[in-house]
Every structure is written in structure tokens, then in C-alpha cells.
């Protein structure tokens, strides 16, 4: 069974920096593409970014595509959110989400992942 653990949230200034990591445990991490999704209070659940299997076919929500970077690290067995020029509208907890699939596109919705983080809060203020 695949176990997801967010850790790196907090609370920043805008503008400033916070890097998220997810550990994976219970099957082989490269054969899982991954995702990152936030939900503020009040709203739907949103894609932020995700990554196949083998580090390919990275892609981002609009708004965070000049700010967000994602990464894995296969050895480790962990995936990465490092997020730049953070804005309040970046707000919500921030989930690592996990499907399998080493290659092609990871898909943007949450429904096509079936393993999933507790959650990390991130809290932006102006």
C-alpha cells in the first residue's frame, strides 16, 4: 500500500519561499507519477503541478508556472514543491497526491490519483 507524508509548510510573507517534500513508502517510487494539489477554505480542490514516474512530462497550473518548481528524487524516495514569489492566493494545504505511471503526461485532476497525503498548510500573508 502506497503511504504519502507532506512535510515544509508554514507561514510566509509574500514573496518569500517554502520547498514542500512528500515521502513515498510501500512500492516503488518511479513507477508513480505525482502530483501536487492545494484547497483553500471555501474552495475546490486545485492542481498546482505533477511529474511522471521518471521525472518527465512536468506541467503546472498557469499561475504558478514561473514560481513553482517540482522535482523527485528516485533514490530518495521523495517529491518536491519548491515554491518562489509566494502570493496569499497561494494559500491552502498542499497535498502530494500519487498514480501509477512511469512515463507520458500525469494527468491535472485529482480523480485519476488514487494515493494521497494528510496534507500540508501553507499560509501566505500580505
Known amino acids: 500500500q502506497v503511504q504519502l507524508v507532506e512535510s515544509g509548510g508554514g507561514l510566509v510573507q509574500t514573496g518569500g519561499s517554502l520547498r514542500l517534500s512528500c515521502a513515498f513508502s510501500g512500492r516503488t517510487f518511479s513507477d508513480y507519477a505525482m502530483g501536487w494539489f492545494r484547497r483553500a477554505p471555501g474552495k475546490e480542490g486545485e492542481f498546482v503541478a505533477a511529474i511522471n514516474g521518471h521525472g518527465g512530462n512536468i506541467d503546472f497550473i498557469d499561475s504558478v508556472r514561473d514560481r513553482f518548481t517540482i522535482s523527485r528524487d528516485n533514490a530518495k524516495n521523495k517529491l518536491y514543491l519548491q515554491m518562489n514569489g509566494l502570493k496569499p492566493d497561494d494559500s491552502g494545504v498542499y497535498y502530494c497526491?500519487?498514480?501509477?505511471?512511469?512515463?507520458?503526461?500525469?494527468?491535472?485532476?485529482?480523480?485519476?490519483?488514487?494515493?494521497w497525503g494528510q496534507g500540508t498548510q501553507v499560509t501566505v500573508s500580505s
Open positions: 497526491a500519487a498514480e501509477r505511471l512511469q512515463f507520458g503526461v500525469p494527468p491535472p485532476f485529482e480523480k485519476e490519483y488514487n494515493y
